[in-house]
């Protein structure tokens, strides 16, 4: 009985830790979206022909853009860009995840 009591108070008290969300350090946080920043401008550049000729028409790398607020550097897409040629925004080599 006493053995169904504790394991029914850790299963309480660990249902309760997990319904919480998870608490990061703002360092932390900004190392993460900068190294996933990275990785997802390099394969555009890498992968991806309007990725790669808008940053060269630019003059930009894939290093420029250390944060998402960099972004903002890179011409908007419109729909009708997008409908007209789709390859362009297709990665080459099949590729759809970042590596």
Known sequence: ???????????????????RPPRWEREA???LQKARMRQMTRFAYRYVPHY????????????????AEDLARLPLISKKDAAAA???????????RPR
């Open 52 to 67: 790669r000729e808008a940053m060269d028409k630019l003059g930009m790398r894939p290093d420029d853009f250390p944060t």
């Open 86 to 96: 789709p390859h362009r925004f297709r990665p080459r080599g099949g590729q759809v």
């Open 29 to 31: 946080v900004l190392r």
């Open 1 to 19: 009985m006493l053995t169904a009591l504790c394991w029914t108070g850790f299963t309480g008290w660990r249902a309760w830790r997990d319904s």
